[in-house]
């Protein structure tokens, strides 16, 4: 099954739903975001420091290194 995402102009939003309940097209509301989780990620792209990133590749090799 394939998933679309198209912008609806607010005036023709429910002509549009009434059009894909008749089609019998699933719909999905967009999830909520609370706020407080919306700061936590903010919080973390003001700490992003770039100099603190690790390549995947060599972080799992120590880690296989580790456990022998």
Avoid: C, S
């Avoid at 939003?13 to 903010?42: C, N, R, S, Y």
């Amino acid at each position: 099954m394939k998933e679309i995402t198209f912008k609806i102009p607010e005036h023709r939003l429910d002509f549009v739903m009434q059009l894909m309940d008749e089609l019998g097209i699933e719909t999905a509301d967009a999830p909520d975001i609370p706020e407080e989780h919306k700061a936590i990620v903010m919080e973390r792209i003001e700490q992003y420091q770039p100099e603190n990133l690790r390549i995947w590749e060599e972080v799992k090799k120590r880690l296989h290194e580790r456990d022998k």
